[in-house]
């Protein structure tokens, strides 16, 4: 009913930076918040960065002050700008978005996931 596509994953050297993109579509009446979570082999899935229709942001304290999340509620499209990239990020980066769909339904969704990939 409603669909999350990814993109923007690649591999970067460290200190570099990666923008990626989370489109919505499909039976969307309101968008809540939209999100983007991570998972390293081995490691639990964490939230990474999270952002509500209004505005509001919060961020893992691993990626504060060098990733920024941003929103287009025009396009029910979400950003995730990586800065200062470490071999730490390395991940596979799912975005997530919940509300309510046309017939007041709440939904919540996952993207498929974008690999990144930061390594000399």
């Known amino acids: 009913q409603v669909q999350l596509v990814e993109s923007g994953g690649g591999l970067v050297q460290p200190g570099g930076s990666l923008r990626l993109s989370c489109a919505a579509s499909?039976?969307?009446?309101?968008?809540?918040?939209m999100g983007w979570h991570r998972q390293a082999p081995g490691k639990q899935r964490e939230l990474v960065a999270h952002?509500?229709?209004?505005?509001?942001?919060n961020y893992a304290d691993s990626v504060k002050g060098r990733f920024t999340v941003s929103r287009d509620n025009a396009n029910n499209t979400v950003y995730l700008q990586m800065n200062g990239l470490k071999p730490e990020d390395t991940a596979v980066y799912y975005c997530?978005?919940?509300?309510?769909?046309?017939?007041?339904?709440?939904?919540?969704?996952w993207g498929q996931g974008t690999q990144v990939t930061v390594s000399s």
């Open positions: 952002i509500t229709s209004g505005g509001s942001t």
């Open positions: 997530n978005a919940n509300g309510c769909s046309r017939w007041f339904r709440d939904f919540n969704s």
């Open positions: 499909g039976s969307i009446f309101s968008i809540n918040a």
